[in-house]
């Protein structure tokens, strides 16, 4: 099966949707079968400076706008793409390969961005604080940042932007986005229910481009620019650590994760198994909190290893239109590469191959990355699939004895994105939750992700948070106002 779409989209500049600066386009393709889904425009360093001039001119009329006014935006935004579901979903299956029941999943997440935020908006308190002198008072004051430039990859194409447009806009702030070139047809529609739902001209505006630097390069050295907010790799986080720090502009960055899953031998195995692969196989694997390493107490550990490969051998993997596929392809043939790496080195260092365990080629998976949702049995720290993130569809389990060691397993990592454990012990629960190095805990619960609750990571997963009621400080400054000469009262 392929993808039948053909969409070609535009840059948003000013409100306005055209071609970039001399007419340069790049297709996007299918990842299930290679062919050709829509292209967008090749943008240059002359658009990316035209999106931050709009930008940055739509900035006092939006920072003033009443924010019951940029709340109602955001809530019709969000009725616009629930609306829409259909095509936004189909169209970021045939450029992101996921299933289309995931993709219109991410949707509906994608939506509760907009509301979430929309809430948000209208309760940007200040604060009056207690005198230290009676004849002055103190008043802290919550103000936009300015201008934004959002970041955004192609494992979630429209949730990733609507955790940072929804916050951004609620704010008062104006922002450009630049989503990541395999992806940009998805970032396009979701625009478009922005400027439909009544946005002025100037408030969002799209970048698609081909070359990431060239981009980066111009948003880093426009004075303008005031806040960066990234989710991506933790080697280009580092980057853009070091390429903020001449204009001193403020990041929020969402890197790498290497999630812990750990099993203790009293969890419930079946919701255990169940929420495992909830976490790992979700999008085949390529989200920053799947979890990674997954780690079961020696108890239980055959008994679980046979439930999840009797669930895992069962899942239908093809391309992520055809009815009741759960596994779709990779997003590349990159990324397949490094998932055959991982699992070749375990097996070469002794895993067993549970499940899977090599590429899907050949008739209905011609022209696609697939790769086979895979289990490794009995993976040891001398493996590279150990300390480096996956970010496809292999399970590796390793097992334990005590807490002890399972929090010492689990937090030897440079990552400290997302972890899970799952028992019933409710001392347990907590006392394991405060000990994981993480920033994100699921505690009996294989997806962590929602509007109501701050997401991000510690170590060198990143900075900042997304969602939740802290989301929006990251596009606030803070300001107070010393009043002197108030006198007594
Ligand atoms: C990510 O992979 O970066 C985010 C996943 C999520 O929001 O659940």
């Known amino acids: 099966m392929a993808t039948t779409m053909n969409l070609d989209e535009h840059l948003l500049?000013?409100?306005?949707?055209?071609?970039?600066?001399?007419?340069?386009?790049?297709?996007?393709?299918?990842?299930g079968s290679g062919a050709r889904v829509g292209s967008v425009p090749n943008g240059t360093e002359a658009d990316v400076t035209a999106a931050i001039d709009a930008a940055a001119a739509?900035?006092?009329?939006?920072?003033?706008?009443?924010?019951?006014q940029r709340a109602r935006i955001l809530r019709k935004a969000a009725d616009l793409m629930r609306e829409r579901a259909d095509l936004i979903a189909t169209t970021m299956t045939s450029e992101q390969g996921k299933p289309l029941a995931e993709a219109k999943g991410e949707v509906e997440y994608a939506a509760s961005f907009f509301e979430w935020f929309a809430g948000e908006a209208e309760r940007v308190y200040g604060q009056i604080a207690p005198p230290m002198?009676?004849?002055?008072?103190?008043?802290?004051?919550?103000q936009p940042v300015g201008v934004v430039a959002a970041i955004t990859p192609w494992n979630f194409p429209a949730a990733m932007m609507t955790r940072k447009l929804g916050p951004a806009m609620a704010a008062g702030c104006t922002s450009i986005v630049k989503p990541a070139s395999a992806t940009p047809l998805t970032a396009a529609l979701v625009l478009r229910c922005i400027e439909d739902a009544g946005a002025p001209a100037g408030v969002v505006n799209l970048i698609t481009s081909r070359d990431a630097g060239m981009v980066a390069k111009t948003i880093f050295s426009d004075d303008r620019v005031r806040k960066i907010s990234f989710t991506g790799s933790t080697e280009i986080g580092k980057d853009l650590i070091r390429a903020s720090a001449d204009q001193v502009k403020r990041l929020?960055?969402?890197?790498?994760g290497h999630a812990p899953y750990i099993i203790f031998d009293d969890a419930d195995l079946d919701e255990a198994v169940d929420g495992l692969i909830a976490s790992k196989f979700r999008n085949a694997g390529q989200t920053c909190v799947c979890a990674n390493r997954v780690y079961v107490q020696r108890g239980v550990y055959d008994e679980f290893l046979k439930r999840l490969v009797a669930k895992v051998d069962a899942f239908k993997v093809g391309h992520g239109l055809t009815e009741g596929v759960v596994i779709g392809p990779m997003i590349d043939g990159r990324a397949v590469d490094k998932t055959e790496e991982h699992v070749q080195d375990a097996v070469a260092k002794g895993a067993k191959l549970a499940s899977g365990g090599q590429r899907l080629t050949g008739g209905e998976f011609e022209g696609g990355a697939f790769y086979a949702p895979t289990v490794l049995d009995g993976v040891t720290n001398e493996m590279q699939i150990y300390y480096e993130e996956t970010f496809g569809p292999v399970a590796g389990l390793t097992p334990f004895d005590t807490e002890d060691e399972a929090i010492a397993f689990a937090n030897d990592s440079i990552y400290g994105l997302a972890s899970y454990f799952h028992t019933k012990d409710y001392a347990r629960l907590m006392r394991v939750a405060e000990r994981l190095e993480y920033g994100i805990v699921g505690a009996n619960a294989g997806i962590i992700s929602a509007a109501n609750?701050?997401?991000?990571?510690?170590?060198?997963?990143?900075?900042?948070?997304?969602?939740?009621?802290?989301?929006?400080d990251e596009y606030l400054d803070v300001k107070y106002v010393l009043m002197g000469g108030v006198g007594t009262v």
């Open 13 to 31: 500049i000013g409100g306005s949707w055209i071609d970039a600066t001399g007419g340069a386009r790049f297709d996007v393709t299918d990842p």
């Open 58 to 68: 739509a900035l006092p009329g939006w920072r003033s706008t009443p924010a019951i």
């Open 133 to 142: 002198n009676t004849n002055n008072r103190v008043l802290v004051l919550r």
């Open 252 to 256: 929020s960055l969402e890197l790498g």
């Open 453 to 472: 609750a701050p997401f991000g990571g510690v170590k060198q997963s990143g900075y900042g948070r997304e969602g939740g009621s802290v989301g929006i």
